[in-house]
């Protein structure tokens, strides 16, 4: 049977070190699937709330935290990749040129 995309997405971002970020995009483009942002967005928001998968190291395209309506997450990923060492700018953004992750060939 084939690997469900979750699981796949899930295992991806594992791969994110503790101080590193990527974006919805790159999971996406490392899976083959450039085009599939928004539906690795959709499994990060399915994770149940004691899962290991590091969520908050990803970030949107413009190296900022998403949150359509969802302060208290946004507040807590904020938290999370702060005491992980990541430095957000006046503008809330994170450096891309010096914390984001770069994945490996896409996985099969």
């Known amino acids: ?21 990527a974006t919805y995009g790159d999971v996406a483009a ?11 967005g959709w499994a990060l928001s399915a994770l149940p709330e004691a899962s290991d998968v590091p ?13 359509k309506g969802d302060t208290w997450r946004a507040v807590a990923q904020r938290q999370l ?4 060492g990541v430095v957000f700018d006046a503008d809330d953004r994170v450096d891309f040129a010096t914390m984001r992750h770069r994945f490996g060939p896409p996985a099969a």
Do not use: H, K, T
């Open 30 to 40: 490392s899976l083959g699937s450039p085009r599939a942002a928004r539906e690795v």
């Open 55 to 67: 969520w908050q190291r990803i970030l949107n395209a413009s190296a900022r935290i998403s949150f």
């Open 1 to 21: 049977m084939a690997e469900r995309f979750n699981d796949r997405v899930y295992a991806r971002v594992r791969e994110v070190p503790a101080g590193r970020v």
């Open 81 to 84: 990749l702060e005491a992980e």
